[in-house]
């Protein structure tokens, strides 16, 4: 079955037939559905949003957002609406990380952090990828693709390296990959000490030996980025290629940090699979 604007009502009542037998609720545009995954003490929440036309099997695009000092974090809702509104066939799902509200009344279970790279736990990533598992499963994705920003990316990267089979590719954006250089690097540029504390984190960086070789893994990062520069990225695309993965690297010309809603993203989460 397949649903086209000039069906708009069809679409939703088919879409609310479906959550009806899966237990999940519809996507609403343009503000995107809320909706949580998960069990009491895991719960993932985060806002669900549809192309215009959907089959029985769609596309899965999940979206992490960054570490998002200071405030809740909302910028990736509406990089999950422009890409629903740029693709085929597609739900894209914009989680909250563990820890983290968004504001408009969602929240995740578990510890947000201080934001110094200290969330990107093995705990937290296992807490995402249960969301995930759980998500694919009630929309009946016919494949799942993750997309993540900055301490996203790092959330990313830490959960492929869990369950090798979670996405069929993903897309990183400005990603500190290596995690104790990344700190370190941070520690100088805000002259924040914290950053220097011991914490339980996984670097993505030790864990690219458990990635997928079928995975089809693309960096994308701004050539002027000052949170997470080029190197990192580029020392994490090197040692991939050298285990055989399937992984490449772009720069966004004159771009910064904050890549997400830009268009080098969009054109490369477009044709993800």
Not at 131 to 147: K, N, P, Q, Y
């Amino acid at each position: 079955m397949q649903w086209t604007r000039a069906g708009l009502v069809v679409t939703i009542a088919v879409l609310v037939g479906v959550a009806m037998v899966h237990g999940i609720s519809p996507p609403v545009a343009p503000e995107g559905h809320p909706t949580t995954f998960g069990a009491p003490g895991r719960r993932v929440s985060g806002r669900l949003f549809s192309s215009a036309r959907v089959t029985a099997h769609p596309h899965l695009v999940v979206v992490l957002h960054g570490d998002a000092p200071g405030h809740d974090p909302v910028y990736q809702y509406d990089f999950a609406r422009s890409l629903a509104a740029d693709r085929d066939d597609t739900i894209v799902l914009a989680l909250l990380r563990p820890g983290y509200r968004d504001g408009l009344g969602g929240r995740s279970d578990g510890d947000r952090g201080l934001a110094v790279g200290d969330n990107y736990t093995e705990d937290a990533a296992r807490q995402m990828v249960e969301a995930v598992v759980e998500a694919a499963s009630r929309l009946h994705a016919r494949d799942t693709v993750l997309i993540g920003h900055s301490g996203g990316a790092a959330m990313a990267l830490i959960m492929l390296a869990d369950r090798p089979n979670l996405a069929s590719s993903a897309l990183i954006a400005s990603c500190p990959c290596d995690l104790g250089a990344w700190r370190r690097h941070m520690a100088v540029r805000d002259f924040n000490p914290l950053f220097l504390l011991p914490v339980r984190s996984v670097s993505p960086l030790s864990r690219i030996g458990q990635l997928s070789p079928k995975l089809d893994l693309r960096l994308i990062v701004g050539e002027r980025d000052p949170v997470a520069p080029p190197w990192l990225s580029r020392r994490f695309v090197q040692a991939g290629q050298a285990r055989g993965l399937r992984v490449r690297l772009a720069l966004a010309p004159g771009a910064g940090h904050e890549i997400l809603e830009s268009p080098e993203m969009l054109a490369a989460a477009k044709d993800l699979h």
